[in-house]
């Protein structure tokens, strides 16, 4: 099991842009959490989710007045 956003999740084995696009997230728009250290984008395609792992997903969003 993978914990992401706090939620334990069966996702060992997938990729995390796969995983990204899974939920709905748009991968240019957020900051991902890996393990305690921030990812890099390019990293994203190349990073495997494994059992133990701990991902916070943390989308940018536009506002203001």
Avoid: H, P
Avoid at 20 to 49: M, P
């Amino acid at each position: 099991m993978v914990t992401i956003n706090g939620e334990a999740q069966a996702k060992d084995g997938m990729m995390l842009l796969e995983y990204l696009k899974a939920a709905g997230y748009d991968s240019r728009a957020v900051a991902v959490e890996y393990n305690g250290a921030i990812l890099a984008k390019d990293a994203y395609e190349t990073t495997e989710l494994r059992a133990g792992d701990v991902v916070e997903v943390v989308c940018f969003m536009g506002g203001g007045v």
